[in-house]
């Protein structure tokens, strides 16, 4: 099997009539790399969490970099056995990708449907959303609605949750 690289994705959105703007940076593994690097790009800016659950489930959880995540809350809420992360063997594997360019964008390589994409519902406010395009020195802007509607093209429609606020102790 042949995973889909930047390239891949690229071509497949531009078919879909979905306009993006990508644009190339240092390499980037971490969310303070990424807020240091990444340049002054409009809009939410996603983290996407590759998780496993105890029966051996994948999740690919998003959400605006901003928001707290907590495993145990969002395995509740969707009614998942209890989560940890996939190692960076499942990662590779399974989404194509390296640590520091997973985003939902990931999704286009999980051909055997085993990874349920799940959006966190602040993400969905933002009008455009920046992601890895399958690698790290790069990000790429879509459009909210036509990130939804690449998902369900490439058949892992996502499920919704709304991840309790925390708010900051002063």
Known sequence: MTLADSQHLMTMLAELDIVTTTVEHPPLRTLEDSKRLRGNLAGGHAKSLFLRDKKAGYWLLVALEQTRVDLRVAACLLQAPRFSFASEEELGQILGV??????????????????????????????VLNCHPLRNDRTTAIATHDLLRFLEQIRHPPR????????AST
Request: proline content about 8%; overall charge negative; charged content about 15%.
């Open 98 to 127: 390296v640590p520091g360019a997973v985003s939902p964008f990931a999704a286009i390589n999980d051909v055997h449907g085993r990874v349920c994409v799940v959006l966190e519902q602040q993400l969905l406010d933002s009008d």
């Open 160 to 167: 919704i949750i709304a991840l309790p606020q925390v708010v």
